[in-house]
């Protein structure tokens, strides 16, 4: 299963126990099927909206123990059933993805969490479903480290979501550095946009930390699954700081270079 494709979503992992591997699968099929009704190929508005909106409609079916005709909703189905998992993060997910196709910018940055509680802290809470590990304090820590990550994808598309005609920077952020969206458009890096830049990364750093202490506390495999996830947003980070915040010419990501290095680190962890 190609992780890059979704790549804040922990899929088919070394590190995942056997026994979770089918019910893993079966999330990661179902949002990256809607992600995909929400953001590809050349369908109207309407129609992703309409689409997406039949998802609820099988999730209505789903709790009220209806068999879907649809294999992937069997599945689905099958795995809630099997591992007791809540169904609203499913429903979160579809309402960021139908979100992602009507809204391209954010006022401010609470808004912009509005839309990473939704669209990347379900995954999250699901995986701690799963270990059933789900307490009130262990979802509070995911939530702050699966904001942080879904902002880091943020800042390293910036150029990838401008071509999508999206911005997810807050429009109020854009102005209080004097900003722009001829900056985007013109890919300028100066001192104003570093500085913006800068401000982000350091943001999305400290929420990342203020969740870190879940991965020390998680055992076994779950745990060092987390620190991994950790290490890597934080290195991504690195490398958005280290080219001044361009990301315009090459797109900061993990190479294989970097597997040793976060290995160490999570293991300091």
């Not at 109020?172 to 550095?177: A, C, I, T, Y």
């Not at 350091?202 to 060092?224: E, N, T």
Request: hydrophobic share 45%; charged share 25%.
């Amino acid at each position: 299963m190609p992780v890059e494709h979704y790549e804040n979503f922990p899929v088919a992992s070394v590190l995942l126990p056997a026994r979770l591997r089918p019910a893993v699968e079966s999330i990661y099929a179902f949002a990256r099927t809607a992600d995909d009704i929400a953001d590809e190929g050349d369908a109207l508005a309407a129609q992703r909206l309409a689409e997406l909106s039949r998802f609820e409609h099988e999730l209505d079916q789903l709790e009220q123990g209806i068999q879907s005709e649809s294999g992937l909703f069997r599945s689905l189905a099958a795995t809630i059933e099997e591992h007791r998992l809540p169904v609203q993060p499913f429903r979160d997910l579809l309402s960021a993805f139908k979100q992602d196709v009507v809204t391209t910018r954010y006022a401010d940055f609470d808004d912009l969490l509005d839309y990473c509680r939704r669209s990347a802290n379900p995954v999250g809470a699901l995986m701690l479903h799963l270990y059933r590990c789900a307490t009130p304090e262990d979802l509070l820590q995911s939530d702050a480290i699966c904001s942080a990550l879904q902002l880091i994808n943020f800042w390293q598309d910036v150029a990838i979501d401008w071509k999508k005609q999206r911005i997810y920077i807050p429009q109020e952020d854009l102005q209080r550095f004097q900003l722009g969206e001829q900056h985007i458009a013109a890919a300028r890096t100066d001192e104003a946009w570093q500085q913006m830049m800068r401000f982000q990364t350091a943001r999305a750093r400290a929420m990342l930390m203020q969740g870190s202490p879940l991965a020390k506390k998680l055992p076994g495999r779950i745990g060092w699954e987390l620190r991994l996830v950790v290490q890597g947003g934080l290195r991504i980070l690195e490398k958005i700081d280290k080219v001044n915040g361009n990301v315009f010419t090459q797109r900061p990501k993990l190479v294989k270079s970097d597997w040793l290095l976060l290995l160490w680190r999570a293991a300091r962890m």
